[in-house]
């Protein structure tokens, strides 16, 4: 029980940046470890997959190439997990909480009846100790996410059962290149072994896909807004003012629950995480859930008319006033002082 498996999610031969993501914090906790990151793709043509991953410092690629693994449906890919699983029995397996990762990892967990957390925002490794038993377990996963509606942050542990499993959230970890020189070892494996003729009861005909409007993930810039800003009509300022600094827009859950905004949107706990250059916080108190979603933004102004909001404690800059009345001379002035 050696190896850390991460689950990478492709979508027309492009690995997701949520795999990455996990590819490169499992390169870290595997350094810790002393053991070896293992990734797996599934799906069909994936020649190319080893050229994207191995930079992220993978050691071994497992590949499932058919052309009924492609686009994903539950049972075969559940089916490789567990039985790929069972035969390298890793000490860890992590996946993106993803649609597809909130459907295939409970699935995997259940069948090999190990435990799963889900929307973890931090991994580390560390130890416990079990005073019942008077035990202590080294080298555990920290899987670490918020609970109680984000009012806490809870550490979950797996002592006894294995692999420990975690989904993380997209956007929550960092997306580095270990070594651009990096080669691991890839092995083909043959899918027949690892699903049964069962496994394929469900075609998939055709899929609709709808690209999203905004690119919120990866915004350098980031003029968000919540409930303060009072209207759908005063939110519409947010649009204005992010055309002018090539900004993308934002919104807190309140915003979204009341209309101003799509949920595609949303930045917080129950929405992306986002991690931009600058964050413009407009009418947003700053509860906890939302700030989980952008505290790792570089430069944080909020704009709020309470001195006392949440968000101002980690805001870099703190503009007291009314949104309505701030935004439109922040556009004035950067019309006048830009070329």
């Known amino acids: 029980m050696n190896n850390l498996f991460v689950y990478c999610e492709i979508e027309d031969g492009i690995v997701a940046d949520v795999s990455l993501e996990l590819l490169t914090k499992g390169r870290s906790l595997a350094n ?6 293992e990734a797996i793709a599934i799906g069909s043509g994936l020649q190319g997959i080893g050229a994207q991953v191995f930079p992220y410092g993978v050691d071994v690629l497992h590949l499932f190439d058919d052309a009924r693994l492609y686009p994903y449906t539950s049972l075969p890919h559940t089916s490789i997990l567990v039985n790929l699983f069972k035969e390298e029995k890793p000490q860890i397996a992590l996946m993106g909480a993803t649609s597809i990762g909130r459907d295939l990892g409970p699935r995997v967990s259940s069948a090999l009846t190990s435990g ?16 019942k038993e008077n035990k202590v377990y080294e080298n555990l996963l920290y899987q670490i996410r918020p609970a109680f509606g984000g009012n806490i942050v809870a550490t979950i542990v797996n002592p006894e059962c294995r692999p420990q499993m975690a989904t993380v ?3 929550v970890m960092k997306k580095e290149i270990y070594d651009a020189n990096y080669k691991g070892q890839t092995v ?65 859950r309140a915003a979204v629950d009341a209309g101003f ?7 917080g706990q129950t929405g992306v995480t986002v991690r931009p250059k600058l964050y413009i916080a407009c009418g947003i108190s700053g509860q906890i859930q939302h700030i989980a979603g952008m505290q790792e933004s570089s430069l944080i102004i909020a704009i709020n008319n309470d001195p006392n909001a949440p968000i101002n404690t980690i805001a870099d800059y703190v503009i007291t006033g009314e949104a309505e009345e701030v935004i439109p001379k922040m556009i004035k002035y950067y019309k006048k002082n830009t070329k």
């Open 188 to 252: 083909q494996h043959e899918v027949a072994g690892y699903v049964s003729n069962t496994d394929f009861a469900i075609t998939v005909i055709d899929r609709q896909m709808e690209k999203s409007k905004s690119n919120i993930k990866g915004a350098p810039i980031i003029v968000a807004g919540g409930y303060g800003m009072g209207s759908k009509e005063n939110f519409q300022l947010l649009f204005d003012l992010a055309s002018v600094i090539g900004a993308e827009v934002g919104a807190s």
């Open 261 to 267: 905004a799509e949920h595609e949107r949303q930045i």
């Open 116 to 131: 799963l957390t889900a929307d973890c925002t931090s991994l580390e490794i560390g130890s416990h100790e079990e005073k």
């Open 32 to 37: 810790q470890l002393g053991c070896r990151l």
């Open 169 to 171: 959230r997209e956007g």
